[in-house]
């Protein structure tokens, strides 16, 4: 067992999450994005994905993306449906046991992790990287 703590480095970077935003509403997946709670006291930035681009049994799906000013993040991807959530995070934060960017795969974002397939360190590099991933997510849906 290792001695680092675990849990993000620092308060949440609000000026880098207003970056994200903005940026990322450019990405075709992007349908809307908002601070949740609310823009004063954001705790998390929601982006809401087009659902229209995911087959029917897809009844909603959003990215929730905390980027805290030490430079560690969590960008959790969830797909709600009928028949329960499936939903996967990439992390960037200090974690007994595990690398400090690492990924909790799908279905249910399981509490074991694997090495992150995220190769950037840059706040657009993680977003953009995640999107890309999702983007290939969305085409397997249609080819099942």
Not at 110 to 130: M, Q, Y
Not at 134 to 143: K, P, S
């Amino acid at each position: 067992m290792s001695d680092r703590s675990e849990g993000p480095s620092g308060p949440l970077d609000v000026p880098t999450l207003e970056v994200l935003a903005r940026r990322g509403s450019s990405h075709p997946l992007v349908a809307a994005w908002a601070f949740r709670p609310d823009s004063i006291s954001p705790r998390v930035l929601e982006l809401e994905l087009d659902r229209t681009q995911y087959p029917g049994t897809v009844a909603s799906v959003r990215v929730d993306v905390r980027w805290f000013t030490g430079g560690d993040y969590t960008v959790h991807y969830l797909e709600s449906r009928e028949t329960g959530a499936w939903q996967c995070r990439w992390d960037r934060h200090p974690k007994p046991d595990a690398p400090r960017e690492h990924f909790h795969p799908p279905p249910d974002a399981a509490p074991t992790v694997e090495p992150s397939p995220l190769d950037g360190t840059h706040h657009l590099e993680v977003l953009f990287g995640a999107l890309e991933w999702i983007g290939e997510r969305v085409a397997e849906l249609h080819d099942a």
